[in-house]
């Protein structure tokens, strides 16, 4: 399906697509092998860019087709690729451009993998490099940015699809969470209201009251949109998506909350990781030794 995209050629839209095609001209091999069949003025430059298509197709140059294909056909790389995509999303201290990354989680060469701020975060780099492409839903506004400024790079070393506009050319509308709905695939019952304002403070309460079962849920919701994407991506490649039960199995067990903290030891916390040994109850402390 991939060589029959040729909407990006130049001179060729959707109406003239409809005329190459009624003439024979269906896919690029077409192209380079009947030229005859092309019009005088277009034949030039669609053979070229057919032969072109068919060298980075020869080379798995993936990135020369999510550079080069129209949004409309972006598709066609997911039904050529798709088993070599690597899944992506990520969480943030906040909604704002300059909120910085708090976890990331891809499914990569069939493993489901997790990066956690403070821990191992840097990691996402090495999957990056092994990345062959790298597949998201609005990532090019949101998580690319946000990778780029976080690490410090000026681009990404893999070519990198945004899910989102394949799936609105496909009257798939709406967030990554209504596209699947639409498609029978539902997150579990406690990720279902599940939302970025959530992932923010299950962040803050694992950073100020440690909280090791809000940790594990907001890996877990991040996972789960991660996995939500990979049905998404094979029903736009025109496979069979995986099951919900297939799903499912690889996201990680949510943890029982643990028993809540004290209040008062609450605040002692958050005023220790706030201001250190210059906080209040720290001082405090030390006036009464100095006293006594």
């Not at 992506?88 to 990066?115: K, M």
């Not at 949101?142 to 000026?154: S, Y």
């Not at 699809?161 to 695939?185: A, E, M, N, T, Y």
């Not at 594990?216 to 789960?224: G, H, N, P, T």
Request: glycine share 6%; net charge negative.
């Amino acid at each position: 399906m991939i060589t029959e995209a040729l909407l990006h050629c130049r001179g060729v839209g959707p109406i003239r697509l409809g005329q190459l095609q009624a003439v024979g001209v269906r896919n690029w091999r077409d192209a380079v092998t009947a030229p005859e069949r092309l019009p005088p003025g277009l034949r030039a430059g669609v053979v070229e860019e057919a032969d072109r298509c068919l060298r980075a197709l020869a080379e798995n140059n993936i990135r020369y087709f999510v550079d080069s294909f129209f949004p409309q056909d972006r598709w066609r790389i997911l039904s050529q690729y798709v088993d070599r995509a690597t899944f992506f999303d990520i969480e943030t201290t906040g909604l704002e451009y300059d909120d910085t990354i708090t976890v990331i989680v891809c499914w990569h060469r069939d493993q489901l993998r997790s990066f956690v701020e403070h821990e191992n975060l840097d990691d996402f780099l090495d999957v990056l490099d092994e990345a062959e492409l790298l597949v998201s839903f609005n990532g090019s506004t949101f998580d690319v940015p946000r990778v780029l400024d976080g690490f410090h790079i000026p681009d990404l070393p893999c070519p990198h699809l945004d899910l989102r506009w394949p799936c609105w050319h496909r009257q798939l509308c709406g967030g990554l969470k209504d596209v699947s709905q639409k498609l029978g695939v539902h997150r579990p019952a406690d990720l279902q209201d599940a939302d970025g304002d959530l992932a923010v403070r299950l962040w803050w309460q694992w950073q100020h009251q440690q909280n090791q079962a809000a940790r594990s849920q907001l890996i877990r919701y991040c996972a789960a949109d991660v996995l939500l994407l990979r049905p998404v991506a094979e029903h736009l490649a025109g496979r069979n998506p995986v099951t919900a039960d297939d799903l499912w199995q690889h996201l990680p067990e949510s943890e029982s909350p643990h028993v809540p903290v004290d209040p008062l030891e609450q605040r002692r916390r958050v005023l220790q990781q706030s201001f250190g040994s210059a906080s209040p109850g720290v001082l405090r402390t030390l006036r009464t030794r100095r006293r006594g």
